[in-house]
C-alpha cells in the first residue's frame, strides 16, 4: 500500500511542462539547478536533467555549455510549442488530408474564420 505522506507521482507531460515553464519565466538561459530551485526542490536534479535531455530531443528546448554543466532555454513559446506538437501528429498519420479535413470540419466559425484570415495572409492574399 502507498504511503499517504507521498506525494501522488506526476506525469512525464506535466513535468515537462513545469520545467518550460520555470524556463519561460528565468532572465535568459537556466542551468538545471536553477530549475530544481525554482520548482521548490521536490525534484531530484537527475530527475529535471532527464526532462531537460528528453525536451531537447523533442526540439522544446535549447543548451549551451557553461563551464562544466549547460545553460537551457525555452526553443519557442507556448504556440510555437503547440503548433510543433500539432505537425508532429500530423505527420504521423498516413492520410493528411483525412486529418486535416476532420480538424477543419471540427473548428467553430471564428476559429475558421480565423484560419482562413491566417492563410490568405500566408499566401499574400490578404492584403489590399
Known amino acids: 500500500m502507498a504511503d499517504p505522506r507521498q506525494r501522488p507521482r506526476r506525469g512525464q507531460g506535466e513535468l515537462e ?3 518550460l515553464s520555470a524556463l519561460r519565466e528565468a532572465d535568459g538561459p537556466a542551468t538545471a539547478g536553477w530549475v530544481q530551485e ?3 526542490g521536490d525534484l531530484a536534479y537527475t530527475t529535471v536533467i532527464t ?3 528528453r525536451l531537447l530531443g523533442k526540439g522544446a528546448v535549447t543548451r549551451e555549455r557553461v563551464g562544466r554543466s549547460f545553460a537551457w532555454t525555452p526553443a519557442s513559446d ?3 510549442l ?6 508532429k501528429v500530423l ?3 498516413s492520410d493528411r488530408e483525412a486529418v486535416l479535413a476532420s480538424f477543419v470540419t471540427g473548428l467553430d466559425p471564428d476559429d475558421e474564420r480565423l484560419l482562413r484570415d491566417l492563410l490568405d495572409q500566408a499566401h499574400g492574399e490578404g492584403e489590399d
Request: net charge positive; no cysteine; aromatic share 0%.
Open 82 to 87: 503547440a503548433a510543433r506538437k500539432m505537425r
Open 17 to 19: 511542462a513545469l520545467v
Open 91 to 93: 505527420d504521423s498519420e
Open 51 to 53: 526532462i531537460l535531455t
Open 38 to 40: 525554482r520548482l521548490g
Open 78 to 80: 507556448q504556440a510555437g
